[in-house]
Every structure is written in C-alpha cells, then in structure tokens.
C-alpha cells in the first residue's frame, strides 16, 4: 500500500494571507521607517507616563522617577542636559512651558 500525500484542510487556499502576512502589513511601514530620535522616544515615554498620572494609574513622583532614570540610561542627561530633559518632563506634565 502507498503511503498518502497530506492533504491541505479545504479551508486553506495558497492565496489567502496568513496572519504573519497580516500583521507584517501593519507593521511594515513602522518597522522601516527611520529610526526615532531618542529624545523623541523619550518626549513620547513622558507624554504616556503624563496621562496615566493624569488617570490617577500613577504617583507624580514614580512617574517622574522612572523617567528620570531611562533619561540617565538612554545618556539623554549626558547629551542634553538635566536642565532640557526636566523641561521636557515639565512639558508633558503640564508645566510652565507647556
């Protein structure tokens, strides 16, 4: 007796995208785009943490702690200065400069 071929399930067409396919379409554009500055991520990492102080989520100083801490690890102290990354900080919280 030979041995079978295995079938296809009938709902699965060669033409059909597959969620890999999906996801690669929504990402794609994202994933090949220029590469963020990191004081643009930086300036998006304090707007977000902003609004979940805002939604009460989190305390003013643990925002502003965890911030202050991925400024000092991404070197963004060392390149710009406390004083710039406070005032971006201040900005996203609805400081004087906002």
Same mark, same amino acid.
């Given at each position: 007796m030979a041995p079978q071929k295995a079938r296809r399930p009938a709902t699965c067409s060669v033409s059909e995208p597959s969620g890999i396919? $999906?996801? =690669? *379409?929504?990402?794609?554009?994202?994933?090949?785009?220029?590469?963020?500055?990191?004081?643009?991520?930086?300036?998006?990492?304090?707007?977000?943490?902003? $609004?979940? =102080? *805002?939604?009460?989520?989190?305390?003013?100083q643990d925002a502003v702690d965890i911030l202050q801490a991925g400024a000092v690890r991404d070197r963004l102290v060392a390149e710009l200065g406390q004083d710039a990354v406070q005032e971006i900080m201040a900005n996203a919280f609805g400081g004087r400069n906002a």
């Open positions: 396919d $999906l996801a =690669w *379409r929504q990402i794609g554009p994202v994933a090949t785009a220029k590469i963020a500055t990191p004081q643009a991520v930086f300036k998006l990492r304090c707007e977000a943490r902003a $609004l979940l =102080w *805002r939604m009460a989520a989190i305390g003013l």
